[in-house]
C-alpha cells in the first residue's frame, strides 16, 4: 500500500517555509514503521500548488490521501480535496489535524447540551467532503483510518481509547519522518543559529477563553515525554542535519515540573559534544521563576515567548488568564536578569475590549519593553469558548454574542465560514489586518486601527522592526509533465528519499 500525506499550503502567513508541520510528519514515521510506504506532498510556500495536486494526482499510484488542517488551512484543503475527486473519484480522502479536532469538541459540546447548532453542521460539511475524519492523536488513528471498514468519524480524541497517546507511547514513537521534507528549505535561525523546530510534550490545562481546545482532552491534557527522549531527538538533529538551534514548540514549557532536569540534561548534552546550542520557547508568565530563568540560559535558551495577551487588568480577568499585569511584567524582569530575550505575545478584540483597554496594552509594551513582539486580532475559532459558548444574535443574524459570566462584558463575531475565509488569521503587521469580531465600544474596522497604532507606534519608541515578509515559490507546471517528477522541494517518498533519518 502506499499513502500519499499532503502538507497544505498556508497562504495567511509572511513566511510558510520556518516550521515543518511536524504532526502530519510523525504520523508518516508510524506509517514507514508498519511498512507502509509514504508519499509526503509539500505545498507549503507554493504559489500555484494547485498544479501540483493535479499533476501528482495523475501520476501516484496512492488510493488514500491523507491531509492534515489548521482552521486557517481550511480554504486550501477545501480546493485540494476538489481537485483530488476529481483526479482521482476512486480514491480515499482522510483528513486530521487541529481543525478536524476542534470542530469535532465543539460539535461533541452541543450534542452534551441537546442542542444541534453550527459546529454539528460545520462537522456535517467536512463528512460530506472526505471519506475519513480523524479527530485528537492520528499516530494510531491512522491505521484504522487505512482499513476496509474504516469509519466516517474517528474519535481518537477519547482518553478511554486505545488511540489516545500515553505518556509512554508518546515517548516510544518513532521521530517525525523529517526526511520526507526538504529540510534545507526550511528557514528559522534563533540568534543568527539555523534552527529546527520539535515538540518535547503536548496539552495546554490552561482554559483561556480565546484559546481552542478547552474541552479537547487531546489539545488540554500535559502529556509528556521523558528527558532522556527530548533530549535523543536534539541530539539526533544536530548529528543528521548540523544545526544548532531549537525550537521547542510546546504550549507552555514550565508547565513540566521536570522542566528544570531537562534544562540540565540539555547542558549535558553540549558539554558531551563539545558544541554550543541556541534554543526558544513557550512560557507561562506567572509560573516563571528566577530558577528556571537560570537553568534555561544554561541550556541554550536566548528567547522566550509570553503570550501576555493585554495590559488591561479588566481584559486579563475577561479572557480567564489566570495572570495580572503585575505577574506578566515580573516574568520579563526575570528573563532580562539572566540574560533572556522577550517575545511578547498580544492580542485585542476581547469581550469588553474599548480603547482605553487598548491604550493600557500599548501602554504596558512601552513601560515592559519586550525585545520583540506582536499584536494579533482574535478569531473565535471552533473549539474556543468564545465559540462554543456563543449564542446568536437576538436581532442580527449572522452575528454571534459570547458573554464572560463574571463581568457581563461581550464580544460580537460576525459569522465566518471557514471552508472560504482565511482573511481573519493574522496578516501583514505592516497594515494587513481585518476584524471579524468587535465589541460594545469597538467596530471590526476601530479594532483595526487600534491594532496598527499599537503595532507601528510601539515598534517605532522601542527601534523593533518589522520583519519582512518572504515570497512564495512558484512550482513550474512543465516540471510535472510528460513523464518528469516533481521537485524534491515538493514531493519525497519512503522508496526514494536518500536523505538520513535521524537515528
Known sequence: MTVCLIIPPSIFLLDERVFMTLGILKVAAVLEQGGIEVQMLDLSGIENYEDVVRDHAAATDARVFGLTATTPQMPAVANIQRLLRAARPDARLVLGGPHVTLVHTAARLERAEGRRGRAAKALGDLSALFDVLVAGDGEEAVFLALADDAPALIDADDPKSGLFLTNARLTELPLPARHLVDVDSYRYAIDGVRALSLIAQLGCPFACGF??????????????????????????????????????????????????????????????????????????????????????????????????????PRILENINKKATREENTRCVEIARRHGLKVKALMSIGHPGESEATILDTHRWLVEAKPDDFDVSIITTYPGTPYYDEAEPHPTTPGVWTYTYAKTGDRLYALEVDYMRVADYYKGDPDGGYQSFVYTEALSPDDLVRLRDFVERDVRKRLGIPFNPAAPAVRYEHSMGQFGGALPRTILRTTRETSQPRPA
Open 211 to 312: 484559546c481552542g481546545g478547552r474541552e479537547s482532552p487531546s489539545l488540554r491534557r500535559i502529556r509528556m515525554r521523558t528527558t532522556e527522549s527530548v533530549v535523543e531527538e536534539i541530539v539526533a538533529l544536530h548529528r543528521t542535519y548540523g544545526v544548532t538551534g531549537f525550537m521547542l514548540y510546546d504550549d507552555e514549557l514550565n508547565v513540566n515540573p521536570k522542566m528544570i532536569e531537562l534544562m540540565n540534561a540539555i547542558q549535558r548534552a553540549q558539554r558531551e559534544r563539545e558544541t554550543e546550542f541556541r534554543l526558544r520557547g513557550f512560557i507561562k508568565a506567572q509560573l516563571f521563576t528566577d530558577a528556571q530563568a537560570e537553568a534555561m540560559y544554561r541550556a541554550g535558551f536566548r528567547w522566550i515567548l509570553t503570550g501576555f495577551e493585554s495590559g488591561s
